[in-house]
């Protein structure tokens, strides 16, 4: 059942885009049918997936830099007022320059390869990361805090066996956030300027007035996107199994 | 067993000071079962935790087992109004906590805890996460975690006043079956006259802001204790007016 409803809800809309250029005409240099783009889609298949890897590998990576160097980052402003007060204003300074804006930049100091996507996915990720880390490493409560005092437990315990696992359920929730902008992150990265990847297709394919295999490029984006996250939530639940009970008894 | 001499805690809040007790004596004897009653706020959380060694006293001294209390003790236990389990470990695995902070055997401790999840009936329980539990299994289950510590001194801040009243009643017989089977000194800090009076040898009434020592009434009526016998109800009834007296 969970399966089948959004599938539906999909055809239906593809039904509905499908009926819209029939009925009204429109030119698939606009807005190509759902024949069109699979068709463009079949005669590229090959070079679709390569590029497709291109910016799957891209994304994973920088999704997983961004947790190595957020969750730390995370744990050190939580762990220090000083640090907190020092790094956090910066930290959302940074996060509210257009990523697009910067993108240029990352090029010409990274050049077109692939350390100024995966550099440039981290500057997107990080920050969620980062705030769903911290948030969750000061959620737990009190009385569980108190518990282990009372057990004369040291720090290195009361952060490994309580505070550290009691933040898992935050920190997933902005990693779910993160996968879908890490998708972004690579798109725009290749746009400003690449080789290869989804993103880098489809800016090509406007220059030469292709929309239909720009329309194919962007269907793969999104099955990327909807993979990547709900692998990630299926990795949640398994690893997680008393998270979402939990806090519906909350 | 513990002695509270002169007794003050002040907290420095934001808002001036809050003089939570005030020249607080109280004497427990090993194995005695004393009950601490009084209004909200009037410093009965206060008054274990500074027994637990959570937090420090103003003035005065407290010694547990005749030293005096700096930090918390292995030998004493805290048992809050909530079940305090941590959600992603299992009701053995929460049982099992303090062993593991404490550095013990893990085997040794795996066959205790299962001897006392069998006490209060949750045999059978071991694997489950503490979300498929009821309140009052996750209550017995916060009970088998300070059982296991092997305490001297128990110290128990209103563990049941969070459970529906039939559950309550039934923890409270099942907490004086643990006491009769296996004595310890214990403080239980309660609302609840009824409770009290079932439960406990001695009963300290608190008078609020600052908490002092109103009265200590002593119940000598026989064990096992139910409600309803006319020696525990004329007992009730002193309690009553002397929580009204220390309202007024
Ligand atoms: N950490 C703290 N900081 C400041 N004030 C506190 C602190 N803990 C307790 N107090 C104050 O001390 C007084 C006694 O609090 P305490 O929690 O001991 O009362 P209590 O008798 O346990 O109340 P209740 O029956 O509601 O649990 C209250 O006025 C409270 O506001
Ligand atoms: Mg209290």
């Known amino acids: 059942m969970t399966v089948v409803l959004p599938v539906v809800g999909l055809l239906a809309i593809i039904g509905l885009w499908w009926l819209a250029t029939i009925v009204f005409g429109i030119e698939s240099f606009l807005v190509p049918s759902p024949v069109d783009v699979v068709s463009s889609f079949v005669e590229l298949p090959g070079y679709l997936l390569e590029q497709s890897l291109v910016t799957l590998w891209e994304t994973v990576l920088g999704f997983l830099l961004s947790i190595v160097v957020g969750v730390p980052l995370a744990l050190m402003i939580v762990g220090s007022k000083v640090l907190e007060r020092m790094f956090y204003p910066l930290l959302v300074a940074l996060n509210a320059v257009p990523k697009v804006a910067i993108a240029p930049v990352f090029v010409v100091w990274f050049g077109f390869g692939i ?52 933040a898992l359920p935050q920190v997933f929730v902005g990693l779910k956030v993160a996968i879908s902008l890490a998708v972004i992150g690579a798109v725009i990265a290749e746009f400003i300027g690449a080789r290869a990847g989804l993103g880098y297709v489809i800016s090509q394919s406007g220059a030469s007035a292709d929309t239909s295999l720009a329309f194919a490029a962007m269907s793969l984006l999104a099955v990327m996107s909807i993979m990547l996250f709900y692998g990630l939530a299926y990795i949640e639940r398994r690893a997680l199994p008393w998270a979402e009970e939990h806090r519906g008894m909350t | ?66 030293e005096p209390v700096t930090k918390p003790r292995r030998d004493v236990s805290f048992m809050f109004q909530r079940p305090a389990l941590l959600p992603w470990r299992s009701v053995l695995s929460n049982v099992l906590l303090p062993v593991e902070i404490f550095g013990l055997d893990r085997r040794e401790g795996r066959d205790r805890a299962r001897l006392l999840l069998d006490l209060v009936g949750l045999g059978g329980f071991e694997e489950r996460l503490p979300h498929e539990l009821s309140g009052g299994m996750q ?36 907490l004086q079956r643990v006491q009769m089977e296996l004595p310890r000194t214990v403080v239980f800090v309660t609302h609840s006259i009824e409770e009290a009076v079932v439960l406990a040898d001695r009963i300290v ?44």
């Open chain 2, 205 to 248: 009434v608190l008078s609020p802001r600052p908490g002092r020592v109103h009265r200590v009434v002593d119940v000598t009526a026989p064990r096992p204790r139910a409600l309803g016998r006319a020696d525990l109800d004329q007992v009730s009834r002193d309690l009553r007016v002397l929580l009204s007296e220390v309202t007024g």
């Open chain 1, 115 to 166: 350390e100024s996507k995966v550099l440039l996915i981290v500057l997107v990720c990080v920050f969620p990361v980062v705030i769903s880390t911290a948030s969750g490493m000061k959620s737990t409560p009190h009385e569980l805090v108190e518990l282990l005092r009372s057990l004369d437990a040291t720090r290195r315990q009361e952060f490994f066996k309580l505070r550290f696992l009691y």
């Open chain 2, 139 to 174: 209550q017995r289950v916060s009970l088998c975690r300070s059982l296991i510590q092997s305490p001297e001194v128990m110290l128990m801040d209103e563990p049941f006043s969070a459970l529906d009243a039939m559950t309550r009643t039934e923890l409270s017989e099942e």
């Open chain 2, 1 to 66: 067993m513990i002695s509270l001499r002169q007794v003050t805690k002040v907290f420095d809040g934001g808002a001036g000071a809050v003089h939570s007790l005030a020249g607080v004596d109280l004497e427990v004897g090993a194995h005695e079962f004393v009950a601490v009653i009084g209004r909200s706020g009037c410093g009965k959380s206060t008054l274990l935790r500074l027994i637990a060694g959570l937090l420090a006293p103003t003035e005065g001294r407290i010694t547990v087992a005749g």
